[in-house]
């Protein structure tokens, strides 16, 4: 079936960097989510991005954050400066409309800050 | 805000019995959907079930709206049943913005 990939699987990096995490939609989808879901707790959506902009975010999607995607390529979610409480795991997931559609989630982002 | 309780915590049966989830929420909810997490984390999409009743192979759910709950009832379990069932309720009406139980988790045993 129609398959989100998510690029990396895993990243370390030091608190304050920057990182961004890359997903690769499915092709024909238009809609795009990120959650995050630290380990060992519940889901939690972060943002969802349709035509370009962001419909709708929760509080979790701190000013830190960022969602773009340039000329259809890679949508991504763009954290800086990172802080410890970032770690979690970030799964990406596209659908063909609105959110009542089937979505599919890419393998999730193992993000840890150090 | 939008308080979302799942029951049972989790679940232990033999292959073959059925399992009955059931998720209860605390404001309207225009948009219920049930996820699938499997043991590696992976989540997919099984149903989008805001009134009614709804069937997809062995699933069935049936949301009663103005109850506030909803349940997935997973008949003749299969030990690739096993992994976390998710219900996330979006009650905005307008943009997308669910939040999530904290899931049943299925062990199947064969």
Redesign the interface.
Known sequence: GPKVLQIPSHQIIDMGQMVTLNCDPVSNHLYF?WYK?ILGQ????LV?FYNGKV????KLFKDQFSVERPDGSYFTLKIQPTALEDSA?Y?C?SSLG????????G??TRLTVL | GQQVQQSPASLVLQEGENAELQCNFSSTATQLQWFYQSPGGSLVSLLSNPSGTKHTGRLTSTTVTKERRSSLHISSSQTTDSGTYLCAIDPSGGNYKPTFGKGTSLVVHP
């Open positions: 989510y879901q519940q889901m939690e959506f969802n419909m709708e975010k929760s795991v799964f997931a609105g959110p009542s559609y089937e979505q599919y989630f393998p999730g």
